[in-house]
């Protein structure tokens, strides 16, 4: 599709795609940008190459990730595209998907989610951190296809003001429902932000990865 987010840079840190053997897709929350969400590379601290897309005007889409979807577009729909791009570029490197994790930030964690449950195979993995599956409501039905034991973590406050810890729970049913390999965390008043144990559970993730 050619969306608003269509055109915008997809940058690049860590080894480069071209001797690298894993990769890590990040997608950024509302307000921030691509650069930024790289500077988690260096606390995550395992070697990859790490791609970031860029949203255009620095939001994936307009309304909450709870309003109906409708009202999300198209943003929505060229976010999910943004990821799909920023994965082609890793598999015409020569890194497969199973060896390339996706890992995403409040709404860019939701995007994230949405992205690997409407594209069911198997991934290096999925890092949802403070995010959820997108919708006023949310259908196990409409998820069909199999993760393949992908490995998904879901981690969140359980006090967060933007992420009801219920949708936490209902995507990482759905995720389970999918065939993934699901751990959940909810950090008692921990506000919407990431923590020292996700980065360091991401990290793990990614040196599975190299196993």
Known sequence: MNGPHQGQPLLTAGQSLDSAETAVIMAHGRGANARGMLGMADEIDAEA???APQAAQREWYPQSFLAPVEANEPGRSSGL???RDALAAVNEAG???ERTLVVGFSQGGCLATEYLARNPRRYGGLAALSGGLIGETIDPDDYEGD???TPAFFGCSDVDPHIPKERVHESANVFERLGAAVETRLYEGMGHTVNQDELDYVSRLIGRLSD
Do not use: G
């Open 147 to 149: 993760l393949a034991d």
């Open 95 to 97: 890194i497969s998907t």
């Open 49 to 51: 190459a790490y791609l």
């Open 81 to 83: 595209q943004a990821i």
